[in-house]
């Protein structure tokens, strides 16, 4: 029995459970990967676009010698924080369900002042199964659940990977990136750094326009000289063993690849909000809460981060979504 359960042990669900404990309830934070999943399937040598003050939590200075902070910054960094405040993070156990408790409707002799309202039932790796109650849960599920798929044929062949970590397995190799927004320049560029044969392909006349400052510079001095590839305004139709067929302007075309990196976004994982019935907006993908105290419809229900912006994920950032533990928590309480 604890006081809070946080799904999600990344920044937010992390400050949520700092923020439960600060006020002396009792936190336990749940992960399917391991602490900070999201960050460390960052590519190897990726930089924030925020600063570090911006993505601290707990009170805890965030201090480095660069202007921004990396990857491996920020992995300390947070695995520095949840030791400070001695989280209790279940890593590699994932929630499988989430119900409601049949609450007695007899009065009893000593009600508890904060009764369990939800039941948690957890896998381990290991296959044992785990039941927590909780009074309250916080879904702080983050981004990267479910990938954004093409739905085009050969997207389950194993050399097609949605997401990216570094370039030194495609040395030489030639190398498809599906997209044009920031994780794809990332990519594009580490991977060119290794000595790969990479092609671009994105159905936009050009990169998104949010591509970081200081990256557009080198990725489009790389493709003016040719040294990446581009095929702007196509999409791929088709993955094969060691091509992707794209449909362009100028008809299809089959560019050799034997790696495929579909940096194309990822969908909100809201599957245990729709498991007990939070209504999620069919366009926005938004589940029906209350932006002030991030409470859902359902008592002891919260959001946190960036699965309270749906399908936008450039709504709501470490650095917006980090305080959302303090209003939960104040709302809790009241």
């Given at each position: 029995?604890?006081?809070v359960?946080?799904?999600?042990?990344?920044?937010c669900?992390?400050?949520?459970?700092?923020a439960?404990?600060?006020?002396?309830?009792?936190?336990?934070?749940?992960?399917?990967?391991c602490?900070v999943?999201?960050?460390?399937?960052?590519?190897?040598?990726?930089?924030?676009?925020?600063t570090?003050?911006?993505?601290?939590?707990?009170?805890?200075p965030?201090?480095?010698a660069?202007?921004k902070?990396?990857?491996?910054?920020?992995?300390?960094?947070?695995?520095?924080?949840?030791?400070?405040?001695?989280?209790?993070?279940?890593?590699?156990?994932?929630?499988?369900?989430?119900?409601?408790?049949?609450?007695?409707?007899?009065?009893?002799?000593?009600e508890?002042?904060?009764?369990?309202?939800?039941?948690?039932r957890?896998?381990?790796?290991?296959?044992?199964?785990?039941?927590t109650?909780?009074?309250?849960?916080?879904i702080?599920t983050?981004y990267?659940?479910?990938?954004?798929?093409l739905?085009?044929?050969?997207?389950?062949?194993?050399h097609?990977r949605?997401?990216?970590?570094?370039?030194?397995?495609?040395?030489?190799?030639p190398?498809?990136?599906?997209?044009?927004?920031?994780?794809?320049?990332?990519?594009a560029l580490?991977?060119?750094r290794?000595?790969?044969?990479?092609t671009?392909?994105?159905?936009?006349?050009?990169?998104d326009?949010?591509v970081?400052?200081w990256?557009?510079?080198?990725?489009e001095?790389?493709?003016?000289d040719?040294m990446?590839?581009?095929?702007?305004m196509?999409?791929?139709?088709?993955?094969?063993?060691?091509?992707?067929?794209?449909?362009?302007?100028?008809?299809?075309?089959?560019?050799?690849?034997?790696?495929?990196?579909?940096m194309?976004?990822?969908?909100?994982e809201?599957?245990?909000?729709e498991?007990?019935?939070?209504s999620?907006?069919?366009?926005?993908?938004?589940p029906?809460?209350?932006p002030?105290t991030?409470?859902?419809?359902?008592?002891?229900?919260?959001?946190?981060?960036?699965?309270?912006?749906?399908?936008?994920?450039?709504?709501?950032?470490?650095?917006?979504g980090?305080?959302?533990?303090?209003a939960?928590?104040?709302?809790?309480?009241?």
């Amino acid at each position: 029995m604890v006081d809070v359960a946080v799904v999600g042990a990344g920044p937010c669900g992390l400050a949520a459970a700092i923020a439960a404990q600060r006020a002396g309830l009792r936190a336990v934070v749940f992960d399917r990967g391991c602490l900070v999943n999201g960050i460390a399937s960052y590519p190897t040598y990726m930089s924030f676009f925020s600063t570090a003050e911006r993505i601290a939590i707990g009170g805890v200075p965030f201090i480095v010698a660069t202007e921004k902070p990396t990857r491996r910054d920020a992995l300390a960094y947070y695995r520095g924080v949840a030791d400070l405040y001695d989280i209790d993070v279940r890593q590699y156990e994932t929630v499988e369900t989430l119900s409601a408790v049949r609450m007695d409707p007899r009065p009893g002799p000593a009600e508890p002042d904060r009764p369990a309202r939800w039941l948690l039932r957890s896998a381990k790796r290991s296959g044992v199964v785990r039941e927590t109650l909780a009074h309250a849960v916080v879904i702080a599920t983050g981004y990267f659940g479910r990938p954004n798929l093409l739905g085009v044929p050969g997207e389950s062949l194993p050399h097609v990977r949605h997401g990216y970590t570094e370039g030194h397995a495609a040395w030489r190799e030639p190398v498809v990136i599906v997209g044009g927004a920031n994780s794809a320049v990332d990519a594009a560029l580490d991977m060119y750094r290794s000595g790969a044969q990479v092609t671009m392909v994105h159905f936009a006349p050009a990169l998104d326009a949010n591509v970081k400052p200081w990256v557009r510079p080198e990725i489009e001095a790389r493709l003016r000289d040719g040294m990446i590839g581009a095929r702007f305004m196509s999409r791929v139709v088709a993955i094969e063993p060691e091509a992707v067929v794209v449909e362009g302007a100028g008809g299809t075309e089959r560019l050799p690849a034997t790696q495929v990196y579909l940096m194309t976004g990822y969908l909100p994982e809201t599957g245990l909000l729709e498991q007990i019935g939070v209504s999620i907006d069919t366009d926005s993908g938004i589940p029906a809460h209350d932006p002030l105290t991030m409470a859902t419809a359902l008592p002891g229900v919260y959001l946190a981060g960036v699965i309270a912006s749906g399908n936008q994920a450039n709504r709501i950032f470490i650095e917006n979504g980090r305080d959302h533990g303090d209003a939960i928590v104040a709302h809790l309480l009241r």
